[in-house]
């Protein structure tokens, strides 16, 4: 029989010892041989060719595609496009005869006090909705933090008006505030007998003014309730009792605690209802039919509209929007600094 059906004798040493045979050990894995083995395994799967961080961003940059195109097609085309014909006299017709006038509809623009009269519109809108939007939507957030009953009802009916369509609640507003059927002068000459004659709301530059604050602030109340009831519910309860433990009241809570923890969402609200107050649209459009009487109910955007289509005078509407966009950045830089400074402190 061979020597392979044997198992291995113990040698023995010159002094007669036994030793035992040695055996096959395996070399246990050291830390060099681990990564190097999962390089091999991770080379493998990505098919062994580009490193995995570049397989990684071409995946991200491939998912980011789509929306990037639908950025530029919707967006920064027509941007460049509009910052184009801003320095045109545009044909509308052959725009291939339009006549290049450089700063001439910016110039047009600036001197003009119709469009001045809009800025004043346009500001004094912003200056009144945003700050009593805000007051009145952190004054509701409160309440709906507190335990009561009914919770989710009275958020519901808080946040109706936000989903609801800007063109049905202004054509509401409108009638409410109509000279001879409207609810108000109903209410303020027959029921309460605080006028002798109806007031007419809409057809005073000045008056027309109250409908549509009142409508902006009555639009925007649900949508900054809604932010600010979220950032209410992330504060600790744990802060508010010790403060209570402390004997702090229910005012110091408020402006010793919860209104510093809420910082930076009334920041992020008050930039961002800003902005939203100086493109007010449809409620001055429709309540005013374009900026009417004389040109003097404007806002920014209706006259850029009616430049635009109704004038066919596009080099001077594509101004008029460049111009609101430079008048956003700089109000929202300018926020943005002194808010996060305070912010800091």
């Not at 530029?72 to 801003?86: D, G, K, N």
């Not at 950032?231 to 433990?245: G, N, S």
């Not at 009616?306 to 008029?320: H, P, Q, W």
């Not at 830089?333 to 996060?340: E, F, K, N, P, S």
């Amino acid at each position: 029989m061979s020597n392979a059906s044997h198992p291995q004798r113990a040698a023995r040493t010159p002094s007669g010892v036994r030793v035992a045979p040695a055996r096959h050990r395996r070399t246990p894995p050291t830390m060099g041989n681990t990564l190097q083995a999962h390089r091999k395994a991770r080379n493998s799967a990505t098919g062994g060719g580009l490193p995995p961080r570049l397989l990684q961003a071409g995946a991200a940059y491939l998912f980011l595609l789509p929306g990037f195109l639908l950025l530029t097609l919707f967006i920064l085309y027509p941007m460049l496009y509009s910052l184009r014909i801003s320095f045109f006299d545009w044909n509308v017709i052959k725009p291939e005869r339009s006549t290049f006038v450089w700063l001439r509809n910016y110039r047009e623009v600036l001197s003009d006090p119709i469009f001045r009269r809009a800025v004043l519109n346009t500001l004094v809108y912003t200056a009144v909705t945003i700050p009593t939007e805000l007051i009145l939507a952190l004054a509701v957030a409160l309440l709906l933090d507190q335990h009561i009953r009914f919770k989710p009802f009275f958020r519901v009916v808080y946040y109706l008006p936000v989903i609801t369509s800007w063109v049905i609640v202004t054509l509401i507003f409108e009638y409410l505030f109509n000279s001879q059927a409207g609810l108000i002068n109903y209410l303020l000459r027959d029921v309460l007998h605080l006028t002798a004659d109806p007031i007419r709301w809409l057809a005073d530059p000045i008056l027309v003014m109250v409908p549509i604050n009142l409508l902006g602030i009555w639009k925007g109340v649900g949508w900054s309730m809604i932010i600010m009831l979220a950032a209410l519910q992330e504060i600790p309860t744990d802060l508010l009792e010790v403060a209570a433990v402390d004997g702090a009241n229910p005012w110091q809570r408020l402006w010793k605690i919860t209104l510093p923890l809420m910082r930076p969402t009334l920041v992020f609200l008050l930039v961002v209802r800003v902005i939203g107050g100086l493109n007010v649209y449809i409620s001055v459009l429709l309540m005013t039919n374009g900026g009417q009487p004389l040109d003097l109910t404007h806002s920014i955007l209706t006259l850029m509209y009616k430049e635009t289509f109704d004038r066919l005078n596009f080099g001077k509407g594509a101004a008029i929007s460049y111009l609101l966009m430079l008048l956003v950045f700089v109000i929202s830089v300018i926020q943005i600094r002194l808010l996060r400074r305070r912010v800091e402190m």
